[in-house]
């Protein structure tokens, strides 16, 4: 093991003298602490090491020791319904408020073991060996490491026991070696198996392969999944300002997405923001079991007064995490709040090694590092065989709102859907203010055959039309608050009554309301028929001559626009009888002649 002795410090970084070989990315325990380290720099027989803790106290003469693996963190079935630090270290459980110095990991705990194989199978790496399930928790599965292969000689019998104890041994035969003078035999090489292992976090888990989808990733939130839908496995950017309601809906799609687990990283966040999230996600069910919802959730909180160093590792242990669940078969979603704050903290260290800034001050390589992040997300054929998913959800929070800043501008290149959150959308309490003239989702066209296999074949074709009818809003508003809205032709009346139809009855959404806060593909692509119709038989309406204003007093436009308040996802008929009653206040109203001298008043107007 190699040591060296620290020769200067400047708060989380380190210079020290090697006395030994220390590779890159090496972790390393500092001080009689044992402070968690990584090598980020080698300077001839010096090293600069970025520790993760608070270095209070440290002072030169301390002793750095080399751990010979590079900075790693423990996965196994201890992970689901836990919160943990930025460097999944237990938040929970402990006898003092603070994390103790030098803290490694969890202490292990024990699970009921149940195994899958049986002796003499052969194993290949990533498959399944065995399951594990602490008592009334989750069933888990356990995985051979992707470094590990051989053939079962020894089996631990069904029963509890603790997390890191051996449970199976695998074998590898022996394999011949060209040495020379001729060929040799290398002597088996045994793996010694425990219910979980040690991954590095800055290295991407192995796949099989990468797989192409055309299934979303569903949300329940509508103006997303039937707006600006993200593909299972795939990317998505909530940028906004102050205020916009990003930690809301970051929340709100933990609590509602169709995945099988989630992983919450609240990276530099205010501690009264995740104080909010780690007392309440215990108390709330998965509204699609009825189960607990920390079941399938594991929550990584670094807040913004711990050490800087350890929020830029957050981000590569959540995505580790995420990680070893989708190898396990599993569709995982990551909520990323906010990749912002991890910036600032790579542009913090960065200052302190003394690098060139670019731009924002911002080290030169943010943008290779967003890549990294971003590009672990796919859906993946795993070493095992089986099929899962990795979809990545980062917040943005751009200075005054400024979506130029380097952050954003680097994301957009590397994510697939882009949620934009308006600032007047929120003052106005427009929820979720997600914007939907700035925000685009790429995968979009690629779905339409799955909302036909969901009861919505014209899915693709309603939603060009919301879209359109947005984007037209937007331009005759800056010309009604010129001339006013009644001075408008006939026609640019209706869209505007349109468009305000459809943001109150289908962009809206509560986060707060117990029927409202998810709504399902099902439920959404009813809404959508039911207003493309409303749409459709109020320009009728318009053309047999009725006047804009009296749409206004149709006794159907206040359910149509309380209808995501009001008919919940076990309540559908009631969105037929909702459409039966549209059909018989518009259809007096759409007959020739119908409204008679209605007809002549609106053609004066709109000469007017």
């Known amino acids: 093991m190699s040591q060296a002795v620290v020769l200067s410090i400047g708060g989380p970084v380190l210079r020290a003298r090697a006395d030994g070989p220390f590779a890159l990315r090496e972790a390393v325990r500092v001080g009689e602490q044992q402070l968690l380290g990584e090598v980020v720099r080698l300077d001839a027989d010096q090293i600069v090491v970025q520790v993760y803790e608070d270095t209070t106290g440290l002072r030169p003469g301390a002793v750095v020791a080399g751990d010979g693996l590079p900075l790693s963190i423990r996965l196994g079935p201890g992970l689901l319904g836990q919160i943990f630090d930025g460097l999944m270290r237990p938040l929970a459980g402990q006898d003092s408020p603070f994390i103790a110095a030098g803290?490694?990991?969890?202490?292990?705990?024990?699970?009921?073991?149940?195994?899958?194989?049986?002796?003499?199978?052969?194993?290949?790496?990533?498959?399944?060996?065995?399951?594990?399930?602490r008592p009334g928790g989750r069933v888990q599965a356990l995985l051979v490491p992707p470094h590990a292969r051989g053939r079962v000689v020894e089996l631990a019998p069904p029963g509890r026991h603790a997390e890191d104890?051996?449970?199976?041994?695998?074998?590898?035969?022996?394999?011949?070696?060209?040495?020379?003078?001729?060929?040799?035999?290398?002597?088996p090489r045994e793996h010694a198996l425990t219910m979980g292992h040690d991954?590095?976090?800055?290295?991407?888990?192995?796949?099989?392969?990468?797989?192409?989808?055309?299934?979303?990733?569903v949300t329940g939130q509508r103006i997303l999944d039937s707006l600006f839908p993200v593909a299972l496995g795939g990317k998505a950017a909530i940028p906004g300002g102050f205020?916009?309601?990003?930690?809301?809906?970051?929340?709100?799609?933990?609590?509602?997405?169709?995945?099988?687990?989630?992983?919450?990283?609240?990276?530099?966040?205010?501690?009264?923001?995740?104080?909010?999230?780690?007392?309440?996600f215990p108390q709330l069910t998965d509204p699609r079991n009825g189960r607990p919802l920390m079941e399938r959730t594991v929550v990584i909180a670094n807040t913004s007064n711990m050490p800087v160093a350890a929020r830029e590792a957050s981000i590569y242990s959540a995505v580790t995490v995420a990680e070893y669940f989708r190898d396990q078969g599993l569709h995982v979603a990551l909520m990323a709040?906010?990749?912002?704050?991890?910036?600032?903290?790579?542009?913090?260290?960065?200052?302190?090694?003394?690098?060139?800034?670019?731009?924002?001050?911002?080290?030169?390589?943010?943008?290779?590092?967003?890549?990294?992040?971003?590009?672990?997300?796919?859906?993946?054929?795993?070493?095992?065989?089986?099929?899962?998913?990795?979809?990545?959800?980062?917040?943005?929070s751009p200075p005054s709102g400024d979506f130029s800043e380097p952050v954003t501008s680097h994301t957009k290149r590397y994510v697939?859907?882009?949620?934009?959150?308006?600032?007047?959308?929120?003052?106005a309490r427009f929820y979720p203010a997600v914007h939907p003239l700035?925000?685009?989702?790429?995968?979009?066209?690629?779905?339409?055959?799955?909302?036909?296999?969901?009861?919505?074949?014209?899915?693709?074709?309603l939603r060009r039309r919301f879209l359109t009818l947005l984007d037209e809003q937007a331009k005759l508003e800056r010309m009604a608050r010129i001339i006013g809205k009644d001075a408008l032709p006939v026609r640019q009346q209706l869209t505007l009554f349109c468009a305000e139809v459809l943001g109150d009855a289908f962009l809206r959404q509560s986060a707060f309301s117990p029927v409202d806060r998810v709504c399902s593909p099902q439920r959404q692509g009813a809404m959508m028929r039911l207003l493309g119709k409303f749409f459709d038989l109020a320009d009728a309406a318009i053309s047999a001559g009725l006047p804009p204003e009296r749409l206004g007093q149709l006794g159907c436009l206040r359910p149509l626009q309380r209808m995501g308040e009001e008919i919940g996802d076990d309540a559908l008929p009631l969105l037929a009888e909702l459409e039966a009653r549209i059909d018989r206040e518009f259809a007096p109203l759409v007959a020739p002649g119908a409204v008679g001298g209605a007809a002549e008043g609106g053609s004066d107007a709109t000469d007017r």
């Open 438 to 461: 700035h925000s685009y989702a790429e995968d979009a066209r690629g779905f339409a055959a799955w909302w036909a296999e969901q009861g919505c074949g014209e899915w693709l074709a």
């Open 165 to 187: 104890a051996t449970v199976c041994r695998l074998q590898e035969e022996a394999a011949a070696a060209d040495l020379p003078g001729g060929p040799a035999v290398t002597a």
């Open 199 to 217: 991954w590095p976090v800055r290295v991407p888990r192995p796949v099989r392969a990468r797989r192409t989808t055309g299934t979303p990733l």
């Open 243 to 280: 205020g916009t309601g990003k930690t809301v809906l970051l929340e709100a799609l933990a609590k509602g997405c169709h995945a099988d687990v989630i992983v919450y990283l609240g990276c530099g966040e205010r501690g009264n923001e995740l104080a909010g999230v780690l007392e309440e």
């Open 337 to 396: 709040d906010s990749t912002s704050r991890w910036a600032e903290a790579l542009r913090e260290v960065s200052g302190r090694f003394g690098e060139l800034p670019g731009e924002g001050g911002y080290p030169a390589y943010l943008s290779s590092r967003l890549a990294e992040f971003y590009e672990r997300a796919a859906l993946v054929e795993t070493l095992g065989g089986a099929g899962g998913s990795l979809t990545l959800i980062g917040a943005i």
């Open 416 to 427: 697939r859907a882009f949620w934009a959150l308006d600032v007047k959308r929120a003052q």
């Open 103 to 133: 803290m490694r990991r969890a202490p292990p705990d024990a699970y009921d073991f149940v195994a899958r194989v049986a002796v003499g199978d052969r194993l290949q790496p990533g498959q399944v060996f065995a399951q594990a399930q």
